[in-house]
């Protein structure tokens, strides 16, 4: 027979699963009395779990959100999954960082031991991508601000700092401009936030770093949602990024064969695709924001290349051709 602790649990649980329970059908999976589902249901109450009686035919219970915290049941993944969770959120730019270490701290002290050693089997260190620069800090109210008026179809007014600036008006020299937009997502990408929004000043889709967004009084203006250049705001943010203004690719890309064995390619090959030829040959496809920044950085190689195409790779590396040589001669390419 089992506790009556553990029985709470376990209805607790079931409560969580699904959005109705006839009561029944909970008696049922209990193996319990109907009686004894609703005094449970009413000790649940008491610990601050808001559980609403379904009207019909069968009667039931419903979980809601309440006004308080009441104690919260996870499985052993979820606590696994938190706990990692709350660990990558200490390099996630969202001003959360102590309140995730002590949250983390929290939840690590009231794991069973089996738990523990799960997460400690997969413990990590958190570290920006080759390239990504240091992540920027954006406080809590910001990212509540500007996910409220993405939520709310509402016009956004704020400040955005220059590149350079602190966003102090009294420090920097620029004051940061006004901006009025319509703001349809906010992209968290490698340590930073982003605000995709149409601007209605310019009429055109724009993205704006949140670290550099100070909110304005909030509009109350509501406007109908615009579809994100390709239907998905994360891959818009990572084409423009790239370049491009046609999803997550790059606006330039060719094929070369390389030299070299397929082993000696991939290490280096970033996001190219590399087929293996033979033994000393390798067909690789890679692209680029521009013809020469792709002919520049297949250089990093050091190997033969041949099989260039498309031809405006080709003609990259002949005017890198002449640079490289003006530069070795002293003289200065022609123009």
């Known amino acids: 027979m089992t506790t009556t602790t553990s029985r709470l649990l376990k209805l607790l649980s079931l409560l969580q699963s699904r959005r109705d329970w006839p009561g029944a059908v909970l008696a049922d999976r209990l193996q319990i009395t109907h009686r004894t589902v609703r005094r449970d249901i009413e000790r649940l109450r008491e610990m601050g779990y808001r559980i609403e009686a379904t009207m019909g035919p ?18 052993d993944d979820q606590v696994v999954a938190l706990a990692v969770a709350l660990q990558a959120a200490t390099v996630a730019g969202a ?31 958190t570290a920006p991508r080759p390239g990504d620069g240091p992540a920027a800090s954006v406080s809590p109210q910001v990212l509540i601000a500007l996910s409220s008026a993405v939520r709310a179809h509402e016009v956004l007014r704020f400040d955005y700092a220059s590149p350079g600036g602190s966003g102090d008006r009294a420090a920097d020299a620029e004051p ?15 340590g930073r936030w982003y605000l995709v929004a149409w601007d209605l000043d310019v009429d055109d889709w724009r993205i704006f770093r949140a670290d550099r967004i100070t909110p304005r009084a909030p509009t109350r203006l509501a406007f109908a949602p615009r579809e994100v250049p390709g239907g998905d705001a994360a891959s818009f943010v990572a084409g423009r990024f ?36 033979g033994p000393d040959r390798s067909r690789y496809t890679a692209g680029s924001w521009s013809w020469v920044a792709l002919a520049a950085s297949l250089g990093r190689f050091d190997a033969d290349v041949e099989a260039v195409e498309p031809p405006e790779l080709a003609a990259a590396f002949a005017r890198l051709a002449e640079r490289y040589a003006a530069a070795a001669g002293g003289t200065p390419p022609a123009a």
């Open 176 to 190: 940061p401009r006004p901006r009025r937009v319509e703001p349809h997502h906010l992209v968290a990408s490698h």
């Open 242 to 277: 790239k370049g491009s203004t046609q999803g997550d690719a790059w606006p330039c890309t060719g094929t070369v064969i390389l030299h070299l064995p397929v082993d000696a390619v991939l290490p280096f090959a970033g996001d190219g695709v590399v087929e293996a030829l």
């Open 95 to 125: 001003g959360i960082e102590e309140a995730a270490l002590r949250a983390l701290t929290t939840v690590r002290q009231v794991m069973p031991s089996r738990v523990r050693q799960r997460l400690n089997a997969i413990a990590f260190t």
């Open 58 to 75: 069968d009667g039931g219970y419903r979980l809601d959100a309440g006004s308080e915290l009441p104690p919260l049941l996870f499985d």
